[in-house]
């Protein structure tokens, strides 16, 4: 089996050497260029397996090398080198596709594990099974889901910090296990953390870690989450509820690519990609002072919008009939959709998306009868409900001389209610029931009232 071969370029013999010496004694052979004509040249006279290119060079900069090698050569990863502090040109270079960077002075620990991922991208392109294939995870075949499924593959193939946009229950996690798992940290740990769901005052020792005796109460050692997703992926879920002493603290660590455990008195090197998404905006938070801009523009190196199930109609029978399956595995009980209640759910806004939905059926299934939902087992609300122009009847409706029932309507509200409290508050009941003024008791049996749990 030949040796993977990198294309180093810099215009500094000790940097190339110095490179070129650590990835000999990883099996990688070499080739130098001190500008950027000499690396155009040797990339069209052979294939490599991965790029390192210094940002200042003689002729340009290493974002013109970046650039061509997306042109023509897509397949080979490219990391940059920058000044020690230049996150501007980082994150520019990471905008423009590169896999990754590393800063001056070149820590030889941290280049080793850039350029070992580099090297699993072709690994995990080939290796992927059907269980990790985007389709069997992500659902629907509308334009939007498929351009969605095609940008997390794109990501999957670059370190850059990535910002999951989007409404409550569109699959902002999925999308980022996704990207997690079709990329080269897949055999290391994803680490997921809702930011709303930690308390204030042990939000430092959460991420960061602590030592023995640092603070009362400290009678160990504790690892925080950055340790914990070493070599992986860290998900900050609902980033936008982070204070502003985290989002500093929190900056600095993506900055350095260190963190300092509470009464560490030093750095320690972390090697995790950060992956984020809130259903609120961001930019507006910005705009407002609640949230940091330049930790914005760190953790929104590049945004991935998840459509919500109104822009994507097209998939709601296939979805139902998924989620369906899965409800019948789960709990042995048969049931499927009538035409009517089928049109009934694609006639439906889906303020909750997919989430929404999954709840609708779980429900409906309890309802019906003889395995078959019908309409009125699905309790849809009629605020959400869309209907085309056409049929809409200007005239006033007639007035109902008979009965009206109040509990059916009551029940729609507080259940519609009790969904946006939830959604809120990432789904922690407790923090709902604070939320909705009530004891964690009484929302307990308000849930199981509404068929909720």
Do not use: W
């Amino acid at each position: 089996m030949s040796k993977p071969i990198a294309l180093l370029v810099d215009d500094e013999p000790d940097i190339l050497e110095l490179m070129a010496l650590t990835l000999a004694r990883m099996s990688i052979d070499s080739r130098a260029a001190p500008d950027l004509a000499s690396a155009r040249a040797l990339l069209a006279k052979q294939r490599f397996n991965l790029c390192l290119t210094d940002m200042r060079l003689p002729d340009g900069n290493g974002l013109e090398l970046v650039d061509h090698i997306q042109a023509h050569y897509a397949q080979t990863p490219v990391a940059v080198i920058t000044a020690h502090g230049n996150m501007e040109s980082a994150v520019q270079a990471l905008k423009s596709g590169a896999f990754d960077f590393v800063s001056k002075p070149v820590d030889l620990h941290l280049l080793r594990k850039l350029v070992s991922a580099a090297l699993r991208l072709k690994d995990v392109q080939v290796e992927e099974t059907a269980e990790h294939a985007p389709s069997s995870q992500l659902r629907g075949e509308s334009p939007v889901m498929q351009s969605t499924r095609a940008t997390i593959a794109k990501l999957a193939r670059s370190q850059a910090p990535v910002h999951i946009s989007g409404e409550s229950g569109t699959g902002k996690e999925l999308a980022a296990r996704l990207i997690h798992a079709q990329g080269p940290r897949a055999d290391s740990p994803f680490v997921p953390v809702n930011c709303g769901a930690i308390p204030e005052a042990l939000m430092e020792s959460e991420f960061f870690g602590h030592r023995k005796g640092s603070f009362t109460g400290a009678t160990g050692n504790k690892e925080g989450l950055f340790q914990a997703a070493a070599g992986g992926t860290l998900f900050l879920d609902e980033v936008a509820d982070l204070p502003l002493h985290m989002q500093v603290k929190l900056l600095r660590a993506l900055q350095e690519k260190a963190i300092r455990p509470i009464g560490e008195p030093k750095e320690i090197a972390t090697d995790v990609r950060i992956l984020s998404a809130t259903h609120k905006n961001l930019q507006a938070l910005v705009q407002s002072g609640i949230f940091r801009q330049d930790l914005f523009y760190r953790i929104n190196v590049i945004e991935l919008r998840m459509p919500a199930l109104r822009e994507r109609r097209a998939d709601i029978p296939a979805l139902a009939e998924h989620l369906l399956a899965g409800l019948a595995e789960k709990n042995s009980e048969h049931a499927g959709l009538t035409p009517e209640a089928l049109q009934t759910l694609c006639d439906y806004a889906f303020p909750g998306n997919v989430r929404e939905l999954e709840n609708i059926l779980e429900r409906a299934v309890t309802l019906c009868e003889n395995g078959q939902i019908r309409p009125e087992d699905l309790r849809l609300t009629g605020a959400h409900r869309t209907e085309p122009e056409d049929a809409i009847d200007p005239t006033p409706p007639a007035r109902d001389t008979g009965s009206v029932r109040l509990d059916p309507y009551l029940g729609d509200i507080e259940r519609e209610t009790i969904l946006r409290a939830l959604d809120q508050v990432g789904h922690n009941k407790t923090a709902a029931a604070r939320l909705l003024g009530l004891s964690f008791g009484a929302l307990r049996y308000r849930l199981k009232k509404l068929g909720m749990e």
